[in-house]
């Protein structure tokens, strides 16, 4: 009676540990598949490429005018981006200096394969935050006895990693020997390029 019992209840138990190691193979597969959208969404915040934070580390492009500097750039809560920068030229103690964003994130040739200021906008070249002025209009920096300067600046027009007309990524900061004009187009006669550094995603 036992015996027969047995072989009666024998299939039920077959089917019961098929059916757990079913659902831990399903749990398994959900498991793989949580992982692989985490990666995927991770993977495609990556190639927006949209940041929070990036920087600049200024060197000097002439011998005879030794220099550096940095260069922070922060999203603030309001979608706009805080630019932090800090320099020290020696040389250009108690003197002004200009600083611009240039379209290309090339340091070589002495500076000049930044080519000209970034203008995504196309506007003429001014000051900042007046009628018209290039996205990489900065301006100018007083440098004190030691040749240190900085200066802070926030812009809605900046995305770190956005799309071409508002992505800092990639441009060159380049710091000049002279004074901005605001005026001369397009450079605002701001003198030879003393300084450059290439900006970077933190």
């Not at 007309?165 to 004009?181: P, Q």
């Not at 001369?184 to 006669?189: K, Y």
């Amino acid at each position: 009676m036992k015996k027969t019992s047995f072989w009666l209840t024998l299939p039920l138990i077959i089917g019961v540990m098929a059916a757990c190691t079913n659902t831990n193979k399903t749990d398994t597969a959900h498991d793989s598949t949580l992982h692989a959208d985490s990666m995927a969404m991770d993977s495609s915040a990556s190639m927006t490429g949209m940041l929070n934070k990036a920087h600049a580390d200024i060197a000097s492009t002439k011998s005879d005018t030794s220099g550096s500097g940095r260069v922070e750039f922060s999203k603030k809560d309001d979608g706009s981006v805080e630019m932090t920068l800090s320099v020290m030229f020696p040389k250009m103690a108690n003197k002004t200096v200009a600083v611009h964003l240039h379209e290309h994130g090339d340091c070589g040739d002495a500076g000049k394969g930044a080519h000209g200021h970034w203008n995504p906008t196309n506007e003429t070249h001014g000051k900042w935050g007046t009628a018209a002025y290039h996205s990489g209009d900065i301006g100018n920096v007083q440098l004190d006895a030691e040749g240190t300067g900085t200066v802070t600046v926030s812009s809605d027009r900046w995305t770190i990693g956005g799309d071409d007309k508002t992505n800092i990524l990639g441009r060159a900061v380049i710091v000049h020997s002279g004074v901005d004009d605001y005026k001369t187009q397009p450079t605002g006669n701001a003198g030879s390029r003393i300084g450059c550094g290439v900006i970077s995603g933190n």
